[in-house]
C-alpha cells in the first residue's frame, strides 16, 4: 500500500489511542489554487469541518498558455502539499484512506500532467487522481445535495447548479430535486482572462468582446434548461468567486449556508472588478493575484447566466468539490441508491432527448438487472458496472433518433458525446460500446473504439452486452409491457422465465439471433420458459 | 464639524503627556518612595526611546524639507519644535523631582549618594579599589585628536569625556572613555549605618588621570547619546508616505545623533567639542543637572530591605476557577476561562503549554511569541513537546523592538529541538497572542485555546494588567486554525467565523461595531461603547467615535497612553469621556464592550486602535462570547470606569487632571482587583472546606 502524505514517524504516533470519530483530509488541485479541506466525521457520518487552507497557485495559467505545467508552479506546489501534509500529520491524519487528493482541468489538459502527477507523490507523498469533468460533477452532486435538501424551493421545479472553475463551467440541472442534466462547458473565468490580455485591446473593447464569447458558450446552456413563459429555473451558484461577492454584497450573511443575491447588484459588481486593474483588485480586496484574475471574469458568467436565464436572484451556497469528496471518502467510495437514481434520471433525460420509447428502454433495462443480479457468481462484477448496464440498456435505441439504419453505431456516439451525470469519461466509453453491442456483429478487433480498451475494460463491455442482447431479445412489445423475470442457474445453462408472457415465438426468435455472444462470454446456453398465474402452474412454453 | 485637524491631537505630544503621568507617580507624595524611583526611572527610559523611534524619524524628515502635516495638522518641523519644548520642561521637572523630592527623602531614608568630595577617608579607599580591580582593567579610553575623527559611539550607554591640557605650547587633548552596560552603575561604599554609594562615572572621573596618564585632567564630563533607530515613525507612515521616508533614508545628511545629554556643569568648551564630534543639533542637547540617565538609578529600587519604602509585594494568586489538581484541559472543557493578571496567576497559561508537552494525546502546539522573558518555562514547554514528537509551529515575531538578538537565541534553541520556528511575516509584524493546542479526545480532535493581549511572558505578566481567555469554542478553534495557516503561510487568508484580524478586517469589523451603535442610538434606541487600550490614534476610528457621540452614544474610554481623540468638546464630542490609569501595574489589557441593542458584545483584542496596528500588524480581535466570561470583562470594565484615584480624565486642551472633588469612597481599580483576587481564593478555599471527606474505615466483612 502507498505511504499517505500524512505518514509520521512511528513514534509520533504510536502510543495515541484511536478516536472515536474519524478526521478525513481531501485536496484539490484546482486552476488558480490548491485548497484543503480537514474535516471530522462522526460515527453517523456527520461531518465538522476542522479547517480549510487554500494557497494560490498557476497551474491553470501554465496548462492554458503554455500547454503544460512548468516546473517553478509544480515546485510551488510542492512546497504547497508538504505544507498541508505536515497540518494532517498535525490532525493526526496518517490513514491512507483518510485523504483524498484530486486534480481538475488544468492538471488534466496539461500535456505533461503523468510527469507533474510523479514529481507530486514523489514530493509529497499525495496519490493525487485526476478527476474527469463527469467526476466532478458528481462531486459537486455530492456537495451540493444537503443544501438543496434544506431549501424546498430548490427540489421542486428546475435548478440549474453551476460552479465557473478557472478553465470550465460545470452546470448541473436538477429538475424536481433529480439530475436532469450535467454539462461541462469550456468556458472558464481564467481562459477568459487570457483572451482578454491577449487581444490586447482596451479594456472595454476587451470587456464586449468577453461578453459575446460568454453568451455564445451561454447559449448552449440554454439549450438544456427551458426558461420559456413561467417555467423559469431557480439559478445556484458555487464557488470562491461567486462566495467573495457575497461577502461584499450580503456582508450580514457572511458565514450562512446559503445566501440570496441580487442579480443586478452582482451583475454591477462584476462590472467594478472588472474596471479595476489586477493590482487594483488585490490591493483593494486583499485577494491573491491569481485569485485576481479570474474574479472579474467569473462573476460576468455567473451574472450573464443568471440574465439569460431571467433569474432576479441567485441562490450561492457554500459547497465546495471538498465537500463532495469528504461525502464520498465518508461513504467509502460506494455509490448510493439514491446517487444511482439520479444517474438513472440523467440518463433518461438524454433518453428524451432523443425521443426513445421510455417503456421499452426502461423493461430492457429491468430485464438486463435481473440477469446481471442472477450472474453475478459468474461475472464478479460490482454496483457500478450494474449502474453501466442500466444506463447503456436505457440508451442503446437512442441512435433510432438518427436513422434506422445501423441504429446501433448511432446510440454509441450519441451516448459518447452526452453527458450523463455521473458517468466518467471511462464509463461513457464502456457504456456507449455496451449500448453498441445489443446488436449485430459482437466486439470485433477492427472497431477502433472496443480496441482502444483496456483487458479489463474490453471483458467488462462484453459481458455487459452479453447480458443487454438477451434483455433486449426479451424485451418485443412495445411501450415495455412483459410480465416479471425470474433468472434460474444451472450447470451450463440459463434457464429465463418470463410471467404473463404469452406467445414467446418472437422472443425465442430474437434469442437465437442475440444469444450466441452470451454463451460465448458466459459459456452457458439460455433458455425461456412462460409463467402464468402462480408459480405452482408454471408451464413450458418453449425452450430454446 | 470643525476641521479635521483642529479635532485631533498630536500623538507626540499625546504621548509626552502620557510620560507626564508616569513622572507625575515618581512626584506623588502617595507613592511609595523606592516605586517613586522606580517610576522616574521608567519616566526616562521611557523618553529614550521615545527619542529613539519618533524623534529621529521626525529629525529625519524636518532635514528633507517635508511640510507634509500629520493629521493634527502639524508639520515635522512644527512637531519637533513643540516636542522640544514640551520635553525640555518635561526634563526640568524629572531633575527637579530627583534633585529637590527624591534624594533628600532617600538620604531621609538612609539611602545616600556620596559625591567626591563628601567622601570619608575609607569610602575614597573603597572607590580607589572598585576603580582599580573592576574598572582599570576594563575601561578602554579612545583618544580624539580631531573631532572630526570622533568613532561611532553606541546610542544610550554611558561615557565620560576627558579633557586634558596639551603639554606646553600643545592643543589639548580629548579622550572618549565608554562605561560598558555590564558595569553596575552604583558603587556601593561603606558607611556605618545605611546604604552610601557613588556613581560610577563619579568613580571614573576621581582616577582618570590613571587611565590616561602624562597630563592634567582638566575636565571629566559624563555624556550619553540617542541614536535615530526610526522604527516607530517608519511604521506609522504608510503608502507613499513611506516612499518619501525611503528616500530620506537615502539623502541622510545628518549625524543621526538625535539627543546628546550631558552634566550641566559641563564646560562651554566640553559642550563646543562634544557637538561638534557628534554632529547634533542645538535642539538636541540636553544639559541636565544631576546624573545622566536617571534609568539608571532605578537599581536603587531593587535595594535589599527597605521593604517599606515599597509596595507590599503582591503574589498574583491562583484562579480560583481552576482547581489545581484538574488537567487544564478538562478546565476548559468545563468552562471557558477568563484569566485577569497579574492579580491572577499566569500558571494556567503555562500549564496549558507543560501539559500539552507531556499529554500522549496532544497532537500539536501552535503559538505566536512576540516577546518573551530567556528562561521563559512557556518556550521550554514548547521545547520538550517538540522533543517529544509533537508537532510544534512557534511564530516568533524577531522585530519586537529592542527584543530582536534575544528572539533569535532562544528561536534557534527551538529548532534545534525539532519545532518549526516561522520568523514573522514580510512586512507586517505578528502582534496576535494565540496558542493552540490539538488534542485528540474520544469526541474527536479538540483544539484548545488561549488568547490573550499580553506577551507569553511569565515575567512581565507580575507587572502588566492583562487579560486572557481560554477556551475550546469549535469555531473560535476553526478560526484560530485558519488564522494561524495565515500567519505560518500555509494558506491564504480564509473568512473567520468569528475571528477579526488586522490587517484583513479588524478595524473594519471595529468600525461596524461603533457604527452600528451609531445608527441604534439615531433611531432612540440605547447604546453604549466602552473601550480599554492603551493608545488611540487612527483618525477612521476617531471619527466614527465623534460620529457616536453626535448621535448620543455615551463612549467611555480608558486610554492607558496615546489619545489623540479631543473628548468634551460641544457639536463634536461631549458624550466621549476619556480617562487614563497609570498606576503600579502597566495597564496593557484592551477590551471592547458595545451595547449592542442589549445583546452585549465584548471582545478582547492584542491591538490599540493605532494606525500601525490596524493597518501594518497581525492582530486578532477576539469576542468572549461565554456569558459569565461576558460579565467577568464588564466587571473589570466597570472598575476601570469606577477608579478615581489613579484616574486621570483628558480634558478638551489635552491636558490630564484628577478627577472633581470625590463624593465617592476611594476606588483604586488595580488595588481593588487585588483585594478581590485574594477574597476570591479565600472564597474558594472555604467553599472547599465545606465539603468535609471523613476518612471512612474499611468495611467490616
Redesign the interface.
Same mark, same amino acid.
Not at chain 2, 485528540?440 to 480532535?445: F, H, K, L, P
Not at chain 2, 503561510?489 to 473568512?495: A, I, K, L, R
Given at each position: 500500500m502507498r505511504k499517505s502524505p500524512a505518514s509520521a514517524p512511528e513514534s509520533r504516533e504510536a502510543d495515541a489511542p484511536r478516536a472515536a470519530k474519524r478526521t478525513v483530509g481531501v485536496v484539490e488541485l484546482g486552476t488558480t489554487s490548491i485548497r484543503m479541506a480537514v474535516a471530522q466525521v462522526d460515527e453517523k457520518g456527520v461531518v465538522r469541518p476542522l479547517d480549510m487552507l487554500n494557497q494560490a497557485v498557476s497551474l491553470g495559467r501554465d496548462t492554458f498558455t503554455r500547454g503544460g505545467i512548468g516546473a517553478e508552479t509544480t515546485e510551488a506546489c510542492v512546497k504547497v502539499l508538504r505544507g498541508f501534509a505536515r497540518t494532517l500529520r498535525e490532525y493526526g491524519v496518517s490513514d491512507p484512506g483518510s485523504v483524498s487528493a484530486v486534480a481538475t482541468s488544468a492538471v488534466r489538459e496539461a500535456a505533461n500532467a503523468y510527469a507533474f502527477l510523479d514529481r507530486i507523490s514523489i514530493a509529497t507523498g499525495f496519490d493525487v487522481k485526476v478527476l474527469d469533468e463527469a467526476e466532478v460533477n458528481r462531486f459537486t452532486y455530492l456537495a451540493v445535495l444537503p443544501h438543496l435538501r434544506a431549501d424546498a424551493r430548490m427540489m421542486s421545479g428546475d435548478t440549474l447548479v453551476v460552479e465557473v472553475g478557472g478553465g470550465s463551467t460545470e452546470a448541473l440541472l436538477f429538475r424536481d430535486g433529480r439530475v436532469a442534466g450535467a454539462h461541462t462547458y469550456r468556458l472558464g473565468s481564467l481562459r477568459l482572462r487570457q483572451a482578454m490580455e491577449e487581444s490586447r485591446l482596451p479594456g472595454r473593447r476587451a470587456m464586449q468582446i468577453t461578453r459575446n464569447e460568454i453568451d455564445r458558450a451561454i447559449r448552449h446552456v440554454l439549450d438544456s434548461v427551458p426558461v420559456a413563459g413561467e417555467r423559469r429555473p431557480g439559478m445556484l451558484a458555487l464557488g470562491g468567486d461567486i462566495r467573495f461577492a457575497c461577502l461584499h454584497l450580503a456582508p450580514a450573511r457572511a458565514g450562512a449556508e446559503r445566501v440570496s443575491l441580487s442579480a443586478a447588484g452582482l451583475s454591477a459588481f462584476a462590472d467594478e472588478i472588472l474596471g479595476l486593474s489586477v493590482d487594483e483588485v488585490v490591493k483593494r480586496h486583499h485577494v491573491s493575484y491569481p485569485d485576481a484574475e479570474t474574479l472579474g471574469p467569473a462573476l460576468l458568467v455567473y451574472a450573464r447566466l443568471a440574465d439569460a436565464l431571467k433569474v432576479r436572484r441567485i441562490r450561492v451556497c457554500k459547497a465546495t468539490l471538498r465537500d463532495g469528496l469528504v461525502a464520498e471518502l465518508v461513504s467509502g467510495g460506494s455509490w448510493t441508491p439514491e446517487f444511482e437514481r439520479q444517474v438513472v434520471s440523467s440518463a433518461l433525460e438524454t433518453g428524451a432527448k432523443y425521443r426513445f420509447d421510455r417503456g421499452h428502454a426502461e423493461r430492457v433495462a429491468d430485464y438486463a438487472r435481473v440477469i446481471f443480479d442472477a450472474l453475478e457468481p459468474e461475472h464478479h462484477l460490482g454496483q457500478k458496472h450494474r449502474l453501466i448496464l442500466t444506463v447503456a440498456a436505457l440508451l442503446h435505441e437512442t441512435g433510432e433518433f438518427v436513422s434506422n439504419r445501423s441504429h446501433h453505431k448511432h446510440s454509441q456516439y450519441l451516448i459518447l458525446n452526452s453527458d450523463i451525470f455521473g458517468l466518467g469519461s471511462r464509463d461513457l466509453v464502456v457504456t456507449a460500446l455496451v449500448a453498441r453491442y445489443h446488436r449485430q456483429s459482437p466486439p470485433k478487433p477492427t472497431h477502433e473504439l472496443y480496441v482502444s480498451l483496456s483487458r479489463q475494460e474490453r471483458v467488462v463491455v462484453a459481458k455487459l452486452a452479453a447480458i443487454l442482447r438477451v434483455a433486449d431479445a426479451l424485451t418485443t412489445r412495445p411501450g415495455g409491457r412483459g410480465g416479471a423475470l425470474r433468472v434460474g442457474i444451472a450447470p451450463g445453462e440459463v434457464n429465463l422465465a418470463l410471467e404473463d408472457a404469452g406467445d414467446l415465438t418472437l422472443q425465442q426468435h430474437r434469442l437465437r439471433q442475440k444469444g450466441n455472444m452470451f454463451e460465448q462470454v458466459y459459456g452457458m446456453r439460455v433458455g425461456i420458459r412462460g409463467r402464468r398465474g402462480t408459480a405452482h402452474e408454471e408451464q413450458a412454453i418453449d425452450v430454446v | 464639524m470643525k476641521s479635521r485637524q483642529l479635532m485631533l491631537f498630536n500623538r507626540e505630544l499625546s504621548w509626552l503627556e502620557f510620560n507626564q503621568r508616569v513622572l507625575d507617580e515618581a512626584l506623588s507624595e502617595d507613592t511609595p518612595l523606592l516605586e517613586r524611583v522606580k517610576f522616574l526611572g521608567i519616566a526616562a527610559s521611557n523618553l529614550d526611546e521615545f527619542f529613539m523611534v519618533r524623534v529621529g524619524g521626525l529629525e529625519m524628515l524636518a532635514a528633507s524639507g517635508s511640510r507634509r502635516a500629520d493629521p493634527s495638522g502639524l508639520t515635522p518641523a512644527r512637531q519637533l519644535e513643540v516636542i522640544g519644548r514640551r520635553v525640555a520642561r518635561m526634563v526640568a521637572d524629572q531633575y527637579a523631582c530627583h534633585r529637590d523630592l527624591l534624594e533628600p527623602q532617600l538620604v531621609a531614608a538612609g539611602i545616600r549618594r556620596v559625591r567626591r568630595r563628601e567622601m570619608a577617608p575609607d569610602q575614597a579607599r573603597r572607590a580607589e579599589e572598585f576603580f582599580n580591580a573592576e574598572l582599570l582593567p576594563v575601561l578602554s579610553p579612545l583618544a580624539v585628536a580631531d573631532p572630526a575623527d570622533m568613532p561611532d559611539l553606541p546610542g544610550l550607554r554611558l561615557h565620560v569625556l576627558v579633557r586634558q591640557a596639551g603639554a606646553a605650547g600643545r592643543p589639548e587633548r580629548c579622550a572618549v572613555i565608554p562605561v560598558g552596560t555590564a558595569m553596575s552603575r552604583l558603587v556601593r561604599l561603606p558607611c556605618p549605618s545605611g546604604h552610601a554609594y557613588a556613581l560610577v562615572e563619579d568613580v571614573i572621573a576621581m582616577f582618570a588621570e590613571r587611565l590616561l596618564p602624562g597630563a592634567e585632567i582638566e575636565e571629566a564630563v559624563p555624556f550619553r547619546i540617542t541614536r535615530n533607530a526610526d522604527i516607530g515613525v517608519r511604521e506609522d507612515l504608510g503608502g507613499d508616505f513611506m516612499a518619501e521616508m525611503e528616500h530620506v533614508l537615502d539623502q541622510r545628511k545628518y549625524s543621526d545623533c538625535v539627543r546628546l545629554e550631558l552634566r550641566a556643569s559641563a564646560s562651554r568648551a566640553a559642550l563646543k567639542w562634544l557637538t561638534g564630534a557628534l554632529r547634533v543639533r542645538e535642539r538636541g542637547v540636553y544639559a541636565v543637572p544631576g546624573p545622566v540617565n536617571l534609568a539608571g538609578l532605578s537599581a536603587l529600587a531593587a535595594l535589599e530591605g527597605y521593604d517599606e519604602l515599597r509596595y507590599p509585594e503582591w503574589t498574583p494568586q491562583p484562579s480560583p476557577q481552576i482547581d489545581p489538581r484538574e488537567s487544564i484541559f478538562d478546565e476548559i472543557r468545563r468552562r471557558d476561562l477568563v484569566l485577569c493578571h497579574p492579580y491572577e496567576s499566569f500558571d494556567p497559561v503555562t500549564r496549558l503549554v507543560e501539559e500539552a508537552a507531556r499529554d $500522549?494525546?496532544v /497532537? #500539536?502546539i501552535?503559538q505566536i511569541l512576540y516577546r518573551t522573558s530567556v528562561s521563559s518555562p512557556v518556550v521550554a514547554a514548547l521545547g520538550e513537546a517538540a522533543s517529544r514528537?509533537?508537532?510544534v509551529t512557534a511564530v516568533v515575531e524577531l522585530r519586537a523592538r529592542f527584543d530582536e538578538a534575544r528572539n533569535i537565541e532562544w528561536a534557534r534553541e527551538l529548532e534545534r529541538q525539532g519545532a %518549526?520556528v516561522i520568523y514573522g511575516l514580510k512586512g507586517l509584524k505578528t502582534h496576535a497572542k494565540l496558542c493552540i493546542v490539538?488534542r485528540?479526545? #474520544? +469526541? +474527536?480532535?479538540v483544539r484548545y485555546l488561549h488568547f490573550g493581549t499580553g506577551n507569553y511572558n511569565e515575567r512581565t505578566a507580575r507587572l502588566y494588567s492583562d487579560v486572557g481567555y481560554m477556551t475550546c469554542d $469549535?469555531d473560535l478553534?476553526?478560526d484560530a !486554525? #485558519?488564522f494561524f495557516?495565515s500567519v505560518t503561510?500555509? !494558506?491564504? $487568508? %480564509?473568512?473567520f /467565523?468569528k475571528l477579526a484580524a488586522a490587517p /484583513?478586517g479588524l478595524k473594519e469589523r471595529i468600525l461596524e461595531l461603533i457604527e452600528n451603535e451609531t445608527a441604534r442610538r439615531r433611531q432612540g434606541r440605547r447604546a453604549a461603547i466602552r473601550i480599554k487600550v492603551n493608545a488611540l490614534v487612527h483618525p477612521q476610528v476617531i471619527e466614527a467615535l465623534y460620529r457616536a457621540s453626535q448621535a448620543g452614544v455615551r463612549v467611555d474610554l480608558n486610554v492607558r497612553g496615546i489619545c489623540c481623540l479631543r473628548p468634551g468638546v460641544k457639536g463634536l464630542s461631549e458624550n466621549i469621556t476619556v480617562v487614563s490609569i497609570v498606576d503600579r501595574f502597566l495597564e496593557h489589557s484592551r477590551i471592547f464592550y458595545f451595547y449592542q441593542g442589549g445583546g452585549e458584545r465584548v471582545f478582547i483584542s492584542s491591538a490599540d486602535l493605532m494606525p500601525r496596528n490596524l493597518d501594518r500588524r497581525v492582530e486578532l480581535l477576539v469576542p468572549v462570547d461565554d456569558a459569565a466570561c461576558r460579565r467577568r470583562l464588564c466587571r473589570i470594565l466597570d472598575g476601570y470606569f469606577r477608579d478615581n484615584v489613579k484616574s486621570r480624565v483628558l480634558a478638551p486642551d489635552g491636558t490630564y487632571r484628577a478627577p472633581g472633588p470625590a463624593r465617592r469612597r476611594p476606588y483604586r481599580v488595580q488595588f481593588a482587583m487585588c483585594a478581590e483576587a485574594l477574597q476570591a481564593v479565600r472564597t474558594a478555599q472555604a467553599a472547599r472546606r465545606s465539603v468535609l471527606q471523613p476518612h471512612l474505615p474499611a468495611e467490616e466483612h
Open positions: - | $500522549p494525546e /497532537l #500539536a501552535k514528537g509533537k508537532y %518549526q490539538v485528540r479526545e #474520544a +469526541g +474527536g480532535v $469549535p478553534g476553526a !486554525s #485558519a495557516n503561510g500555509c !494558506s491564504e $487568508p %480564509q473568512p /467565523l /484583513l
